[in-house]
Nanobody
Framework: QVQVADSGGGLVQPGGSLRLSCVASGNIWLVYDMAWYRQALGNPRELVAQISRHGTIKYADSMKGRVTISREFSNDTMWLQMNNLEPEDTAVYYC??????????????WGQGTQVTVSS
């Protein structure tokens, strides 16, 4: 069994910062892509940022310049540094990982989500 655990959300004022964390665990042979998604109330889930095993990074246009995704490959950990947060960034943020328990099996795994609320 494989899983990811995301954390680090909270209440922050506009212009503030938060750092989200995600750790993959379980019977892991390889973790390929890792990503952060978010879902605001009444909206579909959307990609925030993605980082591949090769270090290729992609950001949503709405977050470019305000977020930085990073990853530690040795312990399957990923972070999302978010700065200059806006009320429109309020959402549940989810970690997503492409995990291979062995060379023949692929699992797309989601975290339970961490709430980010930006409000004065």
């Amino acid at each position: 069994q494989v899983q990811v655990a995301d954390s680090g959300g909270g209440l922050v004022q506009p212009g503030g910062s938060l750092r989200l964390s995600c750790v993959a665990s379980g019977n892991i042979w390889l973790v390929y892509d890792m990503a952060w998604y978010r879902q605001a109330l009444g909206n579909p889930r959307e990609l925030v940022a993605q980082i591949s095993r090769h270090g290729t990074i992609k950001y949503a246009d709405s977050m470019k310049g305000r977020v930085t995704i990073s990853r530690e490959f040795s312990n399957d950990t990923m972070w999302l540094q978010m700065n200059n947060l806006e009320p429109e960034d309020t959402a549940v943020y989810y970690c997503n990982a492409d995990i291979w328990p062995n060379a023949d099996t692929r699992r797309e795994v989601w975290g339970q989500g961490t709430q980010v609320t930006v409000s004065s």
